[in-house]
Structures are given as structure tokens and as C-alpha cells.
């Protein structure tokens, strides 16, 4: 691992990823789990879907591997405390059931080789093959993309970051329901965990 200090040298595409984290129905889309059970409007994270699909064309081009994350919430695979949680607020309907409408893909969607991988709580990294892909292809450096910005994005911001990947998160090409928390992350990222840029910059050092 080297010591980088700028930017265009930390998201150089030789050891950089690119995580698209959750861009599924469930939680994007109109009439989705979010809006039908949780009662959020998600209309910010359907507001990302252009830029995120330009980044992610950026880095196919650029030869920087994209890695999709996305949820199966089954309430049998799910934590506990999270099924307790969901029992509280009586919510029995599953988030991005397998085989389902909400756990389909909305938006840009993987090229045929690129990694897909499953998580079953908000970090993509508790109980998944994450970090040994990442460790295989020599990644120093992930730019997080996707929802929800206070939730599934800032676990894969903190805990990239303590297991010792430089965070770049592009500032466009996340969102979440709750605008407060959303803004909360990215406060806290710049301040502490890694880079928070426009997706256009991502893609301008990429070409060059």
C-alpha cells in the first residue's frame, strides 16, 4: 500500500474500484419498499440514476473494476435485532426478495463479468468475499456509489477505511430518503474518511 496525497493519484484506475451499492427497486424506485412500506419518498435516489450510469460507463472505459452490492433482506438471513426491528414496526414484507420486482436492478446494470455480490445487512463487507476480491485484484482505493447515504454507503465508507482503502465517495452519485443524514455522512467523510468529489472529476482523472 503506498502513501498517495493526491487525489488523481488515489483514484488512479491501476488499484481503484468502483462499488454501486443497492441501485435496486426496493430502494429506489417509485412504489419500491422504501416509499410502499417505510413510508420515504425516494425521489433523490432516482435524481442519481444519469450520473451514476455515466461514472459507471467512465470506469468500464477506464478499465476499473465495477462491483455491484446488493441486499436480500429474507428475514431469515437478516440480523436478529434487525428482525426484532421489523417486527416492532409490523413490516412482513421483504425487502429485495430474491426473485422479486424490488430486488432487480434499477438503472444501470452489470456487464456480464463484472462482480456481483449479495450482503445481508447494511455492510457490504460483514460476512461476504468483499474484501478477499478486493485484496485479489490489488485494489488500494474504492469510489463508493449508490444508497442509502447514511446507511449502506457510510458502512462501505467507515469500514473500507479502517481496513485501509482510500475512500473517494463521488458526491452526485449517492442519496438517501432522509436529506439531513444524507448531507450528515458526507460531512463526516470529508472530515475524516476519504475524498467527497463530483462524479465529473472521477471521470476527468480516469480519461487522463
Known sequence: MSLRTELGERVAPAHTALLVIDLQNDF????????KVVGRNTAACRAILPAAAALIDAARQAKVPVIWIIADYSHDKIPVPAQARLARQGWKEVCC???SWGHDFVGPRPQAGETVITKHSFSCFHGTTLEAELRQRGIETLVVTGVQTNACVDYAIREGFVRGFYIAVAEDCVAAHMP???AATLTATKFLF???VPSATLIERWRA
Open 180 to 182: 439531513e443524514l444524507h
Open 28 to 35: 429506489v424506485a417509485e412504489g419500491g419498499y422504501i416509499e
Open 194 to 196: 476519504g475524498d467527497v
Open 97 to 99: 426478495a430474491p426473485g
